[in-house]
């Protein structure tokens, strides 16, 4: 069986991210690290009508700068979660799987949690259960400086970088996305374009 992988959080994450989750099968999520911006920790990216569109959950930093990624809240104030879902549903709501999962995201965006790790927790929960996996999913107890026996890539997949993997590279294959017709198939898209489509 392949070492467990070590994750920063990740909102409704890159298709890249799952398939690191399915092939290690054991899976530890970084909490304890400081909070990085524009990352995937609250950015997801969608295809939308008019082309790719990234979605960014508001924060707090209670702490500045040396905020902790567990102590991260969500900026509720505003009306990002209403802008999310309408996003999701404009772009997804003419696909073939939408009206099979939808609730159950919807939900989710209906009362988001005050913390992005509850947010992200709660998304990745939903989408293992589509995906009909039972992964074993763990959070750091503290900062791994430099863990052992463990795939560390907490900074390895990011949205302006493309991951080198360790051992077998990550294909494509290409699936029907809701707008073929419009564009070429894109990668590095969130898991829920595969769900949907």
């Known amino acids: 069986m392949p070492n467990p992988v070590l994750l920063s959080t990740a909102y409704l994450p890159p298709i890249e991210y799952v398939v690191q989750c399915l092939r290690s099968q054991k899976i530890l999520i970084e909490q304890h690290e400081t909070y990085q911006k524009q990352t995937y920790r609250n950015r997801c990216t969608i295809a939308t ?3 790719l569109l990234d979605l960014s ?3 707090k930093k209670v702490n500045g700068n040396h905020t902790m990624t567990k102590d991260i809240e969500i900026d509720n104030n505003s009306r990002w979660n209403q ?3 309408r996003a999701i549903a404009s772009a997804y709501t003419h696909s073939p799987y939408f009206i099979y999962y939808s609730d159950q995201f919807e939900a989710i965006y209906k009362n988001p949690p005050a913390f992005l790790m509850e947010m992200n927790t709660a998304l990745l929960k939903i989408v293992f259960k589509i995906l009909k996996t039972n ?3 763990n959070y750091t107890t ?14 390895a997949i990011h949205p302006k970088t493309d991951l080198v993997y360790p ?3 990550l294909e494509y294959t290409e699936y029907v996305q809701t707008f073929s017709n419009k564009y070429a198939f894109v990668t590095k898209l969130s898991i829920i374009d595969l769900i949907f489509n």
């Open 49 to 51: 009508a008019n082309g």
């Open 142 to 155: 503290d900062y791994l400086v430099q863990p052992e026996n463990v795939a560390d890539l907490r900074q």
């Open 83 to 85: 802008v999310h879902w």
């Open 135 to 137: 992964l074993d999913v």
């Open 167 to 169: 051992g077998k590279p």
């Open 57 to 59: 959950i508001p924060v």
